[in-house]
């Protein structure tokens, strides 16, 4: 379902005015912050390290960071139910502050994993809440603008992230890149009452579906896991390993009443569960950027920094390009943009791939910005509309608050198997570097390609079902 398609697209101005500005900086910022750290303290660790120590537990900091994000996302739908929009949002952001200033404070590894554990536990109750809260915060037609602007918070991070811990490390102060963090977080939770609606709050507790967020853990650290370890067979091993866990999640909720993701998503011909895949395999394609720098570097002779750029420009695409796109409103463009998506996203992977040389002369490189941007510009166009569409899947406030905030695990469970599928990879062409480069962008290629059949199968659900004939002519009138 796509709000509003027949009215005059919404614009900016609207969105970022007085009556919104201070809501869509709160979605916005909740998102960002958590976008943001996720590669922050891995340009920070080398630094860290050299100060306090455990280079034996370096791979651990994405890994506990991942989990516990991906576990607040699906905790978002209770939350809400059991302290209101303000309540869940100060909560997210308190919890995101106590683990920043605990990793700023870190004397030792253990501390410091401990509090990246608590800041993404906080970070992915603020990314699951952006997408959640938007359904009271905003008007419905501003939804689509508004994740517009939050899923280019994805982005946007991916690119801010690396640059500011980069800027710290350089100057020796990584520990004041988390004390940054914090005051970000403590000055949006500030604005927090004055800006959101405190939504509705339920006096029973929703029970937790224990057993669905074990089984997604467990697949988010076996995929996390698969991506450092030693060995081709043994990051594949970790991979079918978390492939299965994410097959008995969907056995388990099928049949369960206590679930993360809606039950119109496991409902025989609903589009919710080829959104949710097309989404996902959109996020997939995200994780291309981690390993371009190291493509960048080896075949293409560039400096850090510069290999760095290039790799953002899978999320400067992203950003800019779904900033228009979503102005689209008409329901046949908005269903051609879900599969437009994929496919550039997958041709930009391929060419990319075409582009790869041993010594690549320079003419061929600076080749590689633009297209990385044209591939990163098919999820801007789709991302938003798909999550509008999950959105409005559902007339049921509860079950829409539970569909949105299962953007938020879907994208950052997909990161994570994506990198660790990129891992494989790479290692699968050791000791070539251009045949790492090349399995890397042809395979991702092949699998974000599959979002066009998903979004199609989206596209075709969602339309009402075409009237039967009868077999019995009609009446003549006057018989």
């Not at 490189?365 to 510009?377: D, E, K, N, T, Y």
Request: charged content about 10%; aromatic content about 8%; overall charge positive.
């Amino acid at each position: 379902m796509i709000p509003d398609s027949a009215s005059t697209p919404p614009s900016w101005r609207e969105l970022l005015g007085p009556e919104h500005l201070g809501a869509a900086i709160v979605l916005a910022g909740g998102v960002l912050v958590g976008a943001v750290n996720i590669y922050l303290a891995s340009s920070l660790l080398p630094t860290a390290v050299a100060d306090i120590g455990g280079a034996g537990f370096y791979a651990w900091n994405m890994t506990i960071y991942l989990v516990a994000m991906v576990i607040a996302t699906m905790l978002v739908s209770r939350l809400l139910a059991r302290w209101g929009n303000v309540g869940a949002y100060r909560l997210g952001f308190a919890v995101f502050l106590v683990g920043s200033l605990a990793c700023a404070a870190s004397p030792a590894m253990p501390v410091l994993l401990a509090g990246r554990g608590v800041q993404g536990f906080g970070a992915g109750v603020l990314s699951g809440l952006g997408f959640a809260v938007i359904r009271s915060a905003l008007p419905r037609r501003l939804w689509t603008r508004g994740n517009a602007l939050m899923s280019a918070m994805y982005g946007v991070g991916n690119f801010v992230g690396p640059a500011l811990g980069g800027l710290f490390a350089q100057f020796g102060s990584w520990r004041l890149a988390f004390v940054a963090m914090a005051v970000i977080a403590a000055a949006c939770c500030a604005i927090v009452p004055r800006v959101l609606p405190r939504g509705e709050r339920g006096d029973a507790r929703t029970p937790v579906p224990a057993v669905s967020l074990l089984l997604v853990t467990a697949a988010t650290a076996a995929v996390s896991l698969a991506g450092v370890l030693p060995g081709t067979m043994a990051m594949a091993g970790g991979i079918v390993v978390a492939l299965l866990l994410v097959a008995a999640f969907v056995a388990y909720e099928r049949r369960s009443e206590l679930r993360v993701f809606p039950r119109t998503t496991y409902q025989a011909g609903s589009p919710l569960k080829w959104i949710y895949l097309t989404l996902g395999l959109l996020a997939f394609g995200v994780a291309v950027e981690s390993f371009v720098p190291l493509f960048g570097q080896q075949l293409g002779g560039l400096s850090p920094l510069a290999a760095g750029l290039f790799g953002a420009a899978i999320s400067l695409g992203w950003s800019l390009t779904q900033l228009g796109s979503s102005s689209a409103a008409r329901e046949r463009t908005v269903h051609r943009l879900r599969i437009i998506g994929p496919l550039l996203l997958a041709s930009g992977f391929l060419l990319q791939g075409l582009l790869q040389r041993e010594d690549t002369p320079t003419w061929l490189v600076l080749l590689w910005v633009p297209v990385l941007f044209i591939a990163g510009s098919g999820i801007g166009l789709a991302y938003p509309h798909l999550s509008v569409a999950a959105m409005s899947s559902t007339q049921d406030p509860e079950e829409g608050r539970r569909a949105a905030a299962a953007i938020a695990t879907v994208t950052s469970l997909s990161i994570a198997f994506g990198t660790a599928v990129a891992g494989v990879l790479v290692n699968l062409g050791d000791p070539s570097m251009l045949d790492s480069a090349r399995y890397v962008l042809f395979g991702f290629a092949i699998i974000c390609a599959i979002g066009a059949v998903t979004a199609r199968a989206a596209n075709r659900s969602s339309r009402p079902a075409p009237v039967e004939p009868t077999d019995h002519p009609p009446l003549q009138q006057g018989s």
